[in-house]
C-alpha cells in the first residue's frame, strides 16, 4: 500500500541544512523566479482601464456639451430672468425666458406618475417580498418587467390615443382639451411601477429572517410584521426606489413630449396641457436650430437644469441604496 | 476515519514508512521569521520552518491558527488578497520569493497548489490538464503524452481515460480532487502545497488522496494543511504545531509556531504542553 | 402582585382561540391584502388594456405593406421599411461600439481595479450616475460632439449609435460586472496557482463563465435601446427618409421614430399604422426579452 520510503532518505547527506539552491535529481538546476517580461499585458490593462475611463469622459463630455451653450444662453439670458420668469416665449418677437411654465408642467407630470407608482410599487414590492410563495414571484415579476421594457413612444400613444382621447374625453366626458398632463403623468406612472417595485422588493428582501421571526413570535400578523417591522427596516431603500422614479420621472420625454401637449404656460389643472422641460427640448429639436443660435444654446439651458435636478435626485438615491446595503 | 482525536495515535504511526532523520538533510524551502498581516491584522507572527525535498510536512492547529494563511503566503497567493503583506523571508531554493524582481507568477507555477474544495474548470478533463501547460507557455512535445502521464501520477487516469472530452464537472468529488492534483502536477512543480485536500471528501476518497501523496512524494515536496490529526500521523514525515495566542488588549488572534519536529516526536513525545493538550485532544 | 407562577398558571385557562383575532383572517389583513393584490392586479391590467387596445388599433394595418413599403402622405400607401431597416442598422452599430467597450471597462472594475484608489471610485460613482441620466440628455451630447467635430448632417447612423451606445454603457457595465461577481474566487484561484496571469485567468476562465450573463444583460440593454426615440429626435432623425439606409454614413429613420411621427399625424389611418408599427416593435422586444431569459436559464451555470 504505502509502499515506498522517500527519495530523501536514499539521497540524504548529512550536511547541515542551508537554504542554498539545491538541484532536483534528474531535473536541470532551475535558479531564477525571474519572470518573464509581459508587455502584453500591460497594453492590455491599459486599454481595460481606458474603456472604464469612457464612463467619466462620458460625464465629462455631458457637462461641457451642456456648460458652454448654457453659458452662451446666460450671457443674452439674466439667470434670475430664467430661473423664476413665468413666461417661455422663446420663438416669439418679444421673446421671455422664464423657465416656470416648463417646470409646472413637469412637477404636475411627476407628481401624478408617482402618486401612480409609489403605491402601486409598494404594494406590489410587499406582495412579491412578504407574501408570494416562489413559483408565484417568479410568474409576476416578468410581467411586471415588461412593463418597464415596453417603448415610451408605445405608452404616448397609448396616453394619448386610450387614455386622453377614448376614455377622458369619450368615456368619462372630461373637459379637456387633445392633451392633458394627466393622462402623460398616470401612464408615466405606470411605467415606473416596475422600477419602484424592484428597488423596494430588494430592500425587503435584505431585511434578515430573524426580524420577522421576531415580530410573528410575539404574535403578530402578516400585515403588522410587514408594515411595522419589515418597512421600517427596509426604509431606506424604499426611499431610494421612490427617489429613482423621480429621477425616471423628470427625465422621461416621449410620453410627455406625445400627449402633455406642446405649449407652455404654468399649468393649475391636471386636466389641462402643458410642456415639461424634456417636452421643450424634444419639440425644439423638431425645429432648425442653427449652432450658436440662441434658440440652439436655449435647448442647452435647459437641459442643463434637467441634469442638474437629476444629477441631485441620482446622488440622494445612491446615498440612500448604500445605507440599507450597509445596513445589512 | 473519525474526526474526533484518536488516543492511541502510535498506533497508527507505526505503519507509517517515512522514518525521516530528526535534522532536514536537503531543505527545498525555508521560512524565516514570517509575519503575515492583513492590513494592520497581524494573522502570523515569527515562524521559522524548513520543508525537506521529497518529504510530506503536515501543519496542523486548531481553526484560526493561521496554518492556512501560512500556506497560501508559501507560493504568494496570498498577493491576491487586498493589504496581506508577509514580512520576512520565504526562500525556495535559496532564493526569497518576495524579494524584488520575483516573478509572482514563476513562484505560483514552481510551487502548485491544491485547494480544500475541489475546484475543476468548467472545461472537459483534457483542457483541465492542458489548461496549465498551455499558459505558463510550456514546451510540450506531445499534449496528449503529458495528460495522460499527470492523470496517470494522479491515480485517476484508468477512471477517465475514456472520457477525456467529458466536462470536470461530471466528475465525483474525489475524482475532482485527483484532477486538480493532476492540473498541479502538469506544469511540473517542485513543490505541492495542499490545503485541506481531503476537507469535503468520504472516508474512502480521502483514502486514495492519502495513498496518492505517497506516491508523488517520490517526485515532489508536499506540504499540507490539515485539521485532521490521524491524517497527519499517517500521511507526515514531519508536522508543524501551530496555536492561536490570543492578545490581552485587543483580544485579536495571531497564529504561532508551537512546535516542529518529525511527526513520530511530535506526536509521541512532544515537548511542548500545548501540543500534548492538541494531540491528546484536551482542546482545539 | 402576579407572580411569574401566577400568570403561567393562568396561561392555559386563555383559548388559544383568541389568536384568530390578531390572525390573518381578520378584516384589517384580508383587506390589506386585497390591496396588495390590487396593485398588481391594476398593473396587469394595464399591460393587457395596452395590448388590446394596440392590436384592435393595429391589427388591420399589420402586414406585409407595413415591411415593405416607404413612408407616404397617403397612410393607406405608407410602410415602414426604412424605419425597420433603421432600427437594424442602428442597434447593430450601437452593438458592436458598446459591447466590447462595457465588457472592458467590467473587467477593469471587477478584477483588475484597486477599488480603493481614487479614480476607480470615481470611475464606480460615474457608472451609477451614468445610468439615471435622463435619456435626451444623451441626445443632447451627441449633437454637440457632432456639432465639435464638423459633421453637418447628424441625422446619420453613426451619430444615432454613439448617443445610443453611451445611453446603454453603464447598463452594460453593470450587468456585466454582476456576471463576472458570479464566477467563484475558487476559480480564478485554480487558474492563478498553475501560473497564469491575472489577464490568462481573467481571459480564458473569467470571461468564458460569464458569457451567459454578459449576453443576458446586453440584449436586455439593447432593447432598450431598441425602443428608444429622445435622443434620435434631437439629432434630427424625424425626417422624411425614403431610401434605404446602406451605412453608417447613412441618413436613418427607427421605428420608435415612425410612430412618433406617425403619432403626431392627423389622419385617423396614421394612427392605425403608429399602433401597427407598435405591435411590430413590442414583438421585437419580446423577441429579444426571450432570447435573454432563455440564455439565462439555458446555459448559467449554478455553481
Known amino acids: 500500500m504505502l509502499a515506498n520510503t522517500t527519495a530523501s532518505d536514499t539521497e540524504a547527506t548529512t550536511t547541515a541544512s542551508t537554504g542554498g539552491p539545491t538541484t532536483p535529481s534528474g531535473r536541470p538546476p532551475r535558479s531564477s523566479l525571474a519572470g518573464r517580461a509581459r508587455p502584453g499585458e500591460a497594453v492590455i490593462k491599459l486599454v481595460l482601464r481606458l474603456a472604464a475611463a469612457v464612463a467619466v469622459l462620458t ?82 415579476k416578468p410581467i411586471l418587467e415588461l412593463l418597464a421594457g415596453i417603448p415610451t413612444v408605445v405608452y404616448g400613444l397609448f396616453a394619448l390615443q386610450f387614455i386622453q382621447t377614448t376614455v377622458f374625453r369619450e368615456w368619462l366626458r372630461l373637459d379637456t382639451g387633445a392633451f392633458s398632463v394627466l393622462a402623460a403623468g398616470l401612464v408615466m406612472g405606470v411605467m415606473i411601477i416596475p422600477t419602484v417595485a424592484s428597488i423596494s422588493e430588494d430592500a425587503m428582501s435584505a431585511v434578515p429572517m430573524s426580524l420577522r421571526q421576531g415580530s410573528f413570535a410575539l404574535g403578530a400578523n402578516r400585515m403588522q410584521t410587514s408594515l411595522r417591522v419589515v418597512f421600517p427596516a427596509a426604509l431606506s431603500g424604499v426611499m431610494a426606489a421612490v427617489v429613482l422614479g423621480i429621477s425616471r420621472a423628470v427625465g422621461e420625454t416621449m410620453i410627455v413630449a406625445i400627449a402633455a401637449g406642446s405649449q407652455a404656460r404654468i399649468v393649475t389643472g391636471p386636466l389641462e396641457q402643458g410642456q415639461t422641460m424634456t417636452g421643450f427640448i424634444a419639440n425644439a429639436a423638431l425645429g432648425d436650430s442653427r449652432v450658436g443660435s440662441l434658440e440652439y444654446d436655449t435647448l442647452y439651458a435647459v437641459g442643463l437644469l434637467l441634469f442638474l435636478i437629476t444629477l441631485i435626485v441620482n446622488f440622494i438615491s445612491i446615498r440612500l441604496v448604500r445605507r440599507f446595503r450597509q445596513a445589512y | 476515519m473519525a474526526s474526533a482525536p484518536d488516543n492511541a495515535p502510535m498506533h497508527l504511526h507505526a505503519t507509517h514508512p517515512g522514518q525521516v532523520p530528526d535534522y532536514i538533510a536537503r531543505p527545498i524551502m525555508r521560512v524565516e521569521n514570517v509575519d503575515v498581516y492583513y492590513g494592520d491584522f497581524r494573522a502570523v507572527t515569527e515562524v521559522n520552518l524548513e520543508f525537506g525535498l521529497h518529504e510530506i510536512t503536515a501543519l496542523i492547529g486548531p481553526s484560526g ?73 510550456m514546451k510540450v512535445e506531445s499534449m496528449d503524452d503529458l495528460v495522460e502521464e499527470s492523470l496517470t501520477r494522479a491515480a485517476l487516469w484508468d477512471e477517465v481515460k475514456d472520457k477525456l472530452k467529458q466536462s470536470a464537472i461530471g466528475l465525483s468529488g474525489g475524482q475532482q480532487q485527483r484532477l486538480c492534483i493532476a492540473r498541479a502536477i502538469s506544469v511540473r512543480p517542485d513543490v505541492i502545497l495542499m490545503d485541506e485536500p481531503c476537507a469535503s471528501l468520504d472516508p474512502i476518497a480521502t483514502m486514495r488522496i492519502e495513498d496518492l501523496m505517497q506516491e508523488l512524494r517520490e517526485q ?15 500521511v ?49 | 402582585m402576579r407572580t411569574l407562577q401566577d400568570s403561567l398558571a393562568g396561561a392555559p385557562t386563555m383559548p388559544l382561540k383568541t389568536g384568530k383575532a390578531h390572525g390573518e383572517r381578520r378584516a384589517g389583513p384580508l383587506i390589506f391584502l386585497i390591496v396588495l393584490w390590487l396593485s398588481l392586479a391594476v398593473a396587469v391590467i394595464f399591460l393587457l388594456t395596452l395590448i388590446v387596445n394596440l392590436l384592435l388599433e393595429g391589427g388591420s394595418r399589420f402586414g406585409m405593406p407595413l415591411f415593405t413599403e416607404y413612408p407616404s402622405s397617403s397612410p393607406d400607401r405608407a410602410g415602414a421599411r426604412p424605419a425597420i431597416l433603421g432600427s437594424i442598422w442602428v442597434i447593430a452599430t450601437t452593438a458592436l461600439l458598446t459591447i466590447p467597450l462595457g465588457v472592458a471597462a467590467a473587467l477593469h472594475l471587477e478584477e483588475f481595479a484597486d477599488k480603493k484608489h481614487w479614480f476607480n471610485r470615481i470611475i464606480e460613482l460615474n457608472v451609477q450616475n451614468l445610468a439615471a441620466v435622463p435619456s435626451i440628455v444623451y441626445g443632447l451630447l451627441a449633437l454637440a460632439f457632432l456639432a465639435l ?71 436586455l440593454a439593447l432593447s432598450r435601446a431598441l425602443g428608444e426615440a429622445a435622443p434620435l429626435l434631437l439629432l434630427g432623425a424625424l425626417v422624411f427618409v425614403s431610401f434605404d439606409p446602406n451605412g453608417l454614413l447613412s441618413g436613418f429613420t427607427t421605428l420608435p421614430i415612425q410612430i412618433f411621427n406617425w403619432t403626431g399625424r392627423p389622419q385617423e389611418g396614421f394612427h392605425e399604422l403608429a399602433a401597427a408599427a ?25 455553481w
Open chain 1, 59 to 140: 460625464t465629462i463630455g455631458i457637462v461641457i456639451a451642456l456648460l458652454v451653450p448654457a453659458i452662451g444662453f446666460f450671457r443674452e439670458v439674466q439667470v434670475f430672468d430664467f430661473l423664476f420668469g413665468d413666461r417661455w416665449a422663446p420663438r416669439f418677437a418679444d421673446a421671455s425666458f422664464g423657465v416656470i411654465p416648463l417646470v409646472t408642467a413637469t412637477l404636475w407630470t411627476t407628481a401624478i406618475a408617482l402618486l401612480v407608482a409609489v403605491p402601486l410599487g409598494l404594494g406590489a414590492a410587499i406582495f412579491l417580498s412578504e407574501y408570494a410563495r416562489p413559483r408565484v414571484r417568479n410568474t409576476l
Open chain 2, 65 to 137: 491558527c493561521g496554518k492556512s494563511t501560512l500556506l497560501r503566503s508559501l507560493n504568494r497567493m496570498n498577493d491576491l488578497i487586498d493589504g496581506a503583506r508577509v514580512d520576512g523571508e520565504i526562500l525556495f531554493h535559496g532564493e526569497n520569493i518576495y524579494s524584488k524582481g520575483v516573478d509572482p507568477i514563476e513562484v505560483r507555477r514552481r510551487i502548485g497548489m491544491v485547494f480544500q474544495k475541489p475546484n475543476p474548470f468548467p472545461k472537459s478533463i483534457y483542457d483541465n490538464i492542458a489548461y496549465g501547460p498551455r499558459v505558463t507557455g
Open chain 2, 220 to 234: 515532489y515536496t508536499i506540504v499540507i494543511v490539515t485539521h485532521n490529526m490521524q491524517q497527519a500521523a499517517r
Open chain 2, 236 to 284: 507526515a514525515d514531519r508536522t508543524a504545531f501551530f496555536t492561536a495566542q490570543v492578545s490581552e488588549g485587543t483580544g485579536a488572534r495571531t497564529g504561532v509556531l508551537v512546535e516542529y519536529g518529525t511527526t513520530t516526536q511530535i506526536f509521541e513525545d512532544p515537548n511542548d504542553q500545548r501540543t500534548e493538550d492538541y494531540i491528546s485532544g484536551r482542546f482545539g
Open chain 3, 149 to 219: 467635430i464638423g459633421v453637418r448632417d447628424k441625422n446619420i447612423v453613426i451619430g444615432g449609435a454613439l448617443a445610443l451606445s453611451l445611453l446603454i454603457l453603464p447598463v452594460i457595465i453593470i450587468a456585466t460586472r454582476e456576471a463576472i461577481r458570479a464566477v467563484p474566487s475558487e476559480i480564478r484561484d485554480g487558474s492563478l496557482a498553475l501560473g497564469a496571469t491575472k489577464w490568462q485567468t481573467t481571459w480564458r476562465q473569467v470571461l468564458p463563465a460569464s458569457v451567459p450573463g454578459i449576453a443576458t444583460g446586453s440584449i
Open chain 3, 278 to 302: 407598435s405591435i411590430l416593435l413590442l414583438g421585437l422586444l419580446l423577441l429579444m426579452n426571450g432570447l435573454a431569459i432563455f440564455i439565462r436559464n439555458r446555459y448559467q451555470k449554478r
